[in-house]
């Protein structure tokens, strides 16, 4: 017969430990259904946690990816606004270097038109004989050459030499005008530079802001360097174009400089070697003159000689007459007709005369000459 036990059918055949082994195996079952049923339940929880963990690391890769794309964002917007700064900064330089170079070109034309208007006042002043100032420095060699006595002479060449002079001061005044618009445009370009120093150093402290600002963010740090690199590359643009400008300026002033002196130089050579070589040939007619001079003179006190002696010859010819007619009074009438043909046909009576008209030429001669 078989009975029911514990919910199973057990077999009247079997013993009393068969029976007991059998319980304790099915009480371990039991144990361990239970054991199982837990551990499913704790590895449900698990999964269920895993899946939350999950999700909610999920939810921080994209808030972390937002984040990055906004951090980009902005680094990329503050990069642009850092650019455009530089650029409206360098435009402005620009702007305000030709703006400068517009002043310093209109202040150059000015300064020419007041060397003009003083040039023309002094023109004006300086016109104390209009004929004379008139006249080319030609004109008054060819009055020098054709001069006939030495106060004209003189007067020319003092003409020539105040011209020469006058001439001189003017150039002088317009180097010194002209050196004194260089070295304002030295100075302003000096200022310039200054300037945009100071201009270069507030973009180094807003660059270093800037730089001490997004130091923190780790994404953008390429683009820093990037960025720097640029920034260097303006700067050193910068400095290399602010040196160059400087270069060219100092070269223009030295070529200006340099060609005013040259230029002056040779004017001023070429006109005193022109004055001295007229000034020479003056000097040659001059002494001729004074040579042709003396020539007279000493034609003249020969001739001067001849007449005395010819005078003491007459007094002598007189005294015989004389003689003659106390010797034969009654003679006179025919001894004075004859003292008057001796007179009218003597030929050395003709020969004083003509002494005399020479010697009033040459008198003549040097009055003209030497005054």
Known sequence: LEKKQGGRMVSDFMTPCQVAGDLDKEKQIAFLLKELDILRANNKK???????????????????????????????????????????????????????????????DDALLRAKHLEQSLKELENINPEENDMTLQELLNRINNADTSIAIQKNGAVIVDRLYRTKERKKKIIAEEMN????????????????????????????????????????????RALKEKLLAMKQERETAVQRYRQLEEEIQTLRSLS????????????????????????????????QNEELATQLQQALTERANMELKFQQALEAAQEANEKSVGTN??????????NVKDPNHLKLKKIRIYRTESAIRIQNSHP
Do not use: G, P, W
């Open 260 to 291: 005013q002196e040259v230029s002056l130089k040779d004017q001023f050579n070429c006109t005193l070697s022109t004055y001295e070589n007229a000034l020479k040939s003056r000097e040659d007619i001059v002494t001729i003159t004074l040579r």
């Open 46 to 108: 698990l999964q269920d946690k895993l899946s939350e963990k999950d999700k909610e690391l999920k939810t921080i890769m994209l808030d972390l990816e937002l984040h990055k794309r906004a951090t980009e964002a902005k680094v990329a917007e503050k990069t642009a606004a850092l650019v455009e700064e530089v650029y409206s900064a360098q435009r402005e330089r620009d702007e305000a270097v030709m703006a400068r170079l517009r002043l310093a070109n209109e202040e150059r």
């Open 181 to 224: 618009a260089v070295i304002e445009e030295r100075d302003a370009a000096l200022s310039q530079c200054k300037r945009l120093e100071q201009e270069l150093h507030h973009l180094k402290e807003q660059n270093q802001t800037s730089a001490n600002n997004t130091r923190h963010l780790t994404a953008e740090n390429n683009q820093e």
């Open 333 to 342: 009438h025919n001894v004075k007709d004859q003292n008057q043909k001796i």
